[in-house]
């Protein structure tokens, strides 16, 4: 692989007009899009005219003017081709974390009688906090176990499964499908973490049997730091379901101001309160960044973005750095880990070369490749100044040493 053979990539991309929907400064090789993502073009005019105009102009007429009551699920439509949902199976509210525990707390006590809850050991440490924080307060039981044993753990006693679809850590994806068969054939509920999929890889929620999934706004899908997070819910699951945090905007009739609580029809009960109106018109901005954008264009861009990485980084870098993700694209999510005894250093030191990745202790550097925005000739030059930062030793200094609070 050369310079020129990534160029030619680049001029043969079927997704190379989409980075044009996108504001990244000169100079700055963006690889984080697995932590947030880049600012679409058209946030700050949709804010300013959210902020201007309804907010400013039509003041609280724009509840019923401009829909806001509604967006939850207005802005959750443009999500549903991207994770391949139906229509009403989708809504936007609360952070990831505060969805899982809904939909967590939801499932468990729809499967009432049973006392495990299965979550995947080395997943994401919100998802273990809440299983954790949900199972003391019922007085359930957590199995942690590893991300192979995840099937062999679903038995008769397990209520419900926690499992993020690409581990946020090593990109591995997990078996959609398979857990979700095994889950269903115990006649428990398995709950998926889409944070590191949605808006990267192709994923057919339907298709694969998923009844109920959490994901965020701020990575991928670029909704800005803080973007709210949505939940999916199988329509035929909905009536079936309560959610834990009941609030009158998952009321059937928030406006009727009745006493009694009554869950509304379909996924609109799992709202709580008033939805943040500034932070889904930013997501309605980033999701509009897929528009007319074909899911598996993006997914095979995601695989040839990530295989040009780590061949190139392989090439140059030798022995140096030891590739920490799977091997098969297949079996990768959009993003890959690298890992260096001094990652922290290396990373900070990338960075200081415009070079933006992140870093995951012990010893991660991880470097996410978002499809709309990223070029093969970036990522190819990516690979070339970590190889210089790691040949001339440059990392080796205390000032990309000294840890931040956020890595
Ligand atoms: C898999 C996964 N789940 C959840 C979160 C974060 O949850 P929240 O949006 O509540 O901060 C992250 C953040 O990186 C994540 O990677």
Redesign the pocket.
């Known amino acids: 692989m050369t310079v020129d053979d990534a160029e030619a990539l680049d001029a043969a991309d079927p997704l190379g007009f989409a980075s044009a929907r996108f504001r990244l400064p000169d100079g700055v090789i963006y690889l984080d899009g697995n932590?947030l993502g880049a600012l679409p073009a058209m946030t700050p005019a949709a804010l300013a005219d959210v902020v201007n105009r309804q907010w400013g102009g039509d003041l609280i007429a724009s509840w019923n003017d401009h829909s806001w009551i509604d967006w939850p699920i207005h802005v959750a439509a443009r999500l549903a081709p991207i994770v391949g949902a139906r229509p009403g199976e989708l809504v936007i509210a609360d952070?990831?974390?505060?969805?899982?525990f809904k939909l967590l707390a939801a499932a468990v006590q729809a499967r009432s009688g049973r006392r495990t809850i299965v979550v995947q050991q080395r997943?994401?440490p919100?998802?273990l906090y809440v299983a954790r924080g949900l199972a003391s307060m019922l007085d359930l039981e957590v199995r942690a176990v590893g991300p192979d044993e995840i099937l062999e753990a679903i038995n008769e006693d397990v209520a419900a499964v926690l499992i993020?679809h690409v581990d946020?850590r090593s990109g591995v994806v997990h078996d959609m499908a398979a857990v979700n068969a095994a889950a269903h054939a115990s006649g428990s509920l398995a709950i998926w973490?889409l944070?590191?999929s949605a808006g990267a890889i192709e994923i057919d929620l339907i298709a694969a049997g998923t009844r109920l999934a959490v994901g965020?706004g701020?990575?991928y899908l670029n909704g800005g730091p803080?973007a709210p997070?949505f939940m999916f819910v199988d329509r035929d699951l909905q009536d079936e379901l309560r959610s834990p945090l009941q609030g009158w905007m998952g009321h059937a009739d928030p406006f009727a101001f009745v006493d009694d609580y009554r869950p509304a029809p379909g996924i609109a009960r799992f709202l709580t309160g008033t939805p943040s109106i500034l932070a889904l018109a930013a997501l309605d901005a980033g999701l509009a960044t897929f528009e007319g954008i074909a899911m598996t264009a993006l997914a095979a861009k995601s695989r040839q973005l990530s295989q040009l990485f780590i061949d190139a980084v392989e090439a140059g870098c030798g022995n140096e750095v030891r590739l920490a993700s799977p091997r098969d694209p297949a079996r990768r999510g959009s993003h890959v880990v690298f890992s260096h005894f001094e990652g922290y250093a290396v990373m900070q030191a990338l960075i200081a070369r415009g070079v933006i990745g992140d870093f995951r202790a012990p010893d991660l550097m991880r470097f996410g490749f978002a499809p709309l925005y990223n070029s093969f000739s970036d990522v190819f030059r990516a690979a070339e100044i970590l190889a210089e930062v790691l040949s001339t030793g440059e990392w080796d200094e205390p000032r990309f040493k000294a840890r931040s609070k956020v890595t």
């Open positions: 932590s952070s990831t974390s505060v969805s899982l997943d994401f919100t998802d993020s946020y973490d944070s590191h965020c701020y990575k803080g997070a």
